[in-house]
């Protein structure tokens, strides 16, 4: 017996997201609004399910709690690279020592490699250049080792970890 949902649960899923936007948009509830609403997210939801539900698994209880954590996570990398940065910046005679770095991941689900990729990109200093497999090959603004292991508990570990909770 697969874990995967039926098309069905994951077209209700993508309706209810897509309704839910709609309405967050609009802010209506007049009848008009709500029918062409439902009618857009029905079409929406039809055309883009597969796509949609490749993370709605997050929003499920029991792993909603592991999100919250991960945002934690990211926001504190975000706050300690944007000052980094920032150091860099008003202080132009810091050393930098550009390069790029690979290192290997655990995550085996896609859109976990890409919500991985991503966080990397959006903390200054980093920007994710590819992801082959399981590697990871990321500029770094101020590589601090190309040892693989060390690049990724600088890098991506931290992220990573709540990433497994979520996506196994």
Request: without cysteine.
């Given at each position: 017996?697969?874990?995967?949902?039926?098309?069905?649960?994951?077209?209700?899923?993508?309706?209810?997201?897509?309704?839910?936007?709609?309405?967050?948009?609009?802010?209506?509830?007049?009848?008009?609004?709500?029918?062409?609403?439902?009618?857009?997210?029905?079409?929406?939801?039809?055309l883009t399910y597969k796509v949609t539900n490749a993370g709605i698994?997050?929003?499920m209880p029991n792993k909603l709690v592991y999100f919250i954590q991960?945002?934690?996570?990211?926001?504190?990398?975000?706050?300690?690279?944007?000052?980094?940065?920032?150091?860099?910046?008003?202080?132009?005679?810091?050393?930098?020592?550009?390069?790029?770095?690979?290192?290997?991941?655990?995550?085996?689900?896609?859109?976990?490699?890409?919500?991985?990729?991503?966080?990397?990109?959006?903390?200054?200093?980093?920007?994710?250049?590819?992801?082959?497999?399981?590697?990871?090959?990321?500029?770094?603004?101020?590589?601090?080792?190309?040892?693989?292991?060390?690049?990724?508990?600088?890098?991506?570990?931290?992220?990573?970890?709540?990433?497994?909770?979520?996506?196994?």
């Amino acid at each position: 017996m697969s874990n995967k949902p039926s098309a069905i649960s994951q077209i209700i899923y993508a309706f209810m997201l897509y309704f839910v936007m709609w309405y967050a948009f609009t802010t209506s509830l007049a009848l008009p609004e709500l029918i062409t609403g439902g009618i857009v997210a029905f079409i929406l939801s039809i055309l883009t399910y597969k796509v949609t539900n490749a993370g709605i698994g997050i929003l499920m209880p029991n792993k909603l709690v592991y999100f919250i954590q991960y945002l934690f996570v990211f926001m504190i990398a975000l706050i300690k690279a944007n000052i980094d940065v920032a150091k860099r910046v008003v202080a132009p005679s810091l050393p930098i020592n550009p390069g790029i770095v690979e290192f290997k991941t655990e995550l085996t689900n896609d859109f976990a490699k890409m919500v991985l990729a991503n966080s990397i990109t959006l903390t200054p200093g980093t920007v994710t250049i590819d992801v082959i497999d399981d590697m990871f090959y990321v500029h770094w603004i101020d590589v601090e080792t190309e040892d693989p292991q060390q690049a990724f508990m600088l890098i991506a570990e931290p992220f990573e970890k709540v990433l497994l909770k979520i996506y196994g």
